[in-house]
């Protein structure tokens, strides 16, 4: 009861910000509309939001990086399935980011905009391809962390990930403590996300009072182009594939997961809804094996909808700076964000805060406009988590199916409603999920994957 009542506050607080969010970028745009020249001086109020973003991207990128290598080394240990699984992962989230690029430089969202008012100078800037794979090392272990390059950050936090492995059974004091590390900076990023109102506000009044009405229309684009990619990627694409390799429809699937998908909507975090998503996928009738490797390695390593933001707000930020990304700039970032957005599904606004790492990497100058897309991030969390759910409980279905670890017959019974959820069960110890009323049927967990599961879309 207690785990409900604090779900349901925290649900609570996640409603407030988010219709704080609204109001300030309804109330920013009538100012910039309404009294253009003193919204432009507004301007230093979404400069403030994203300095302080800014300063969250460090440790952020260190946290997710040490403790994503573990997360490939403990997977890599279990064999087929563990290697399957992260082979599927990066083949997708690369996909979905190649996509977000094709998409972003097809829609152009941000193109005729001109919002490079101000942004930060740029010292020290590598000449060639000799010194910028020199400026990767750091001048010491630590100093990378406190010189703003984030290169050095993710190259030093390879470099730890990897020792600690190497390092057995006394590396795990050194992983728990990286691990208290990262929730103790994700709650400093949730208290910077309130401030995020503020900041929507300010930047938006500052765009709008510049551009006119026409930035209000690029951000519109932007916020629909992403929802529709989104939405032909999970339909598209995921959908496609698991009705080939297992018979099921994707909206059957989506049905009987539901009361996930309003939890994540509330919370903005796919995170919310893990040990649910574990629970429904073993009453699904994927075996415990596949589930406890494959669910919680995805939420590190196959965020789909994170990579497809990613592309598509930093061309946007781009091409509305009026400086757009080269093709191998826009190579570069697609490799940069493959590693820096592993972990970044954990908690709201990690997203903005990947965003912003990957610009200061390649494009520091265009780090100013990730003030602009502030104001709009907030409606678009919800479809990124949206998105990466659904990519990580199709992935567990479709490696159950080739790993010929999932029981059909059960899967069709239920994805049919035949063995319904049971919720009771997701509190009590020693049970399973199963409605009491179903419980003479216990099939195998290994019926073989050329049965497949014909379901309709119920």
Known sequence: MAKTLAALRRLDRNHYLYIAVIIAVVAGAIVGLAAPEFAKSLEPIGRGFVLLIKMMIAPIIFCTIVIGVGSIAKAATVGKVGGLALGYFMVMSTFALAIGLVVGNLLQPGAGLDIAGSSYAVEGEATSTTDFILGIIPTSLFSSLVSGSILQ?????????????????????????????????????????????????????????????????????????????????????????LKLATGINIFTLMKYLGREYLLIIGTSSSEAALPRLIAKMEHLGVSKSVVGITVPTGYSFNLD???????????????????????????????????????????????????????????????????????????????????NFTGNAVATVLIGTWTRQIDTTQARQVLNGGRPFREASLTEVGTDAVDPTTREIEGSAATPASQPVATGSR
């Open 305 to 387: 909808g994170t990579a497809i933001y990613l592309t598509m707000a930093s061309l946007f930020i781009a091409t509305a700076m009026g400086t757009p990304l080269t093709v191998s700039e826009q190579i570069g970032l697609l490799v940069f964000m493959i590693i820096a957005s592993k972990g970044a599904a954990g908690v709201t606004g990690a997203g903005l805060a990947t965003l912003a790492g990957g610009l200061q990497t390649y494009r520091p100058d265009l780090v100013d406009g990730v003030g602009v897309v502030v104001g709009i991030d907030r409606f678009m969390s919800e479809a990124r988590a949206v998105t």
């Open 153 to 241: 950050v993710l190259f030093v936090a390879l470099l730890v990930g990897f020792a600690v492995q190497k390092m057995g059974d006394r590396g795990a004091g050194i992983m728990d403590a990286v691990k208290a590390l990262q929730a103790l900076v994700f709650r400093i990023l949730s208290m910077v996300l309130w401030l995020a109102p503020l900041g929507a506000f300010g930047a938006i009044a500052a765009v709008v009072g510049q551009t006119g009405a026409a930035s209000l229309v690029s951000l519109a684009v932007l916020l629909v182009g992403f929802y529709v990619t989104c939405a032909a990627f999970v339909f598209g694409i995921l959908g496609t594939l």
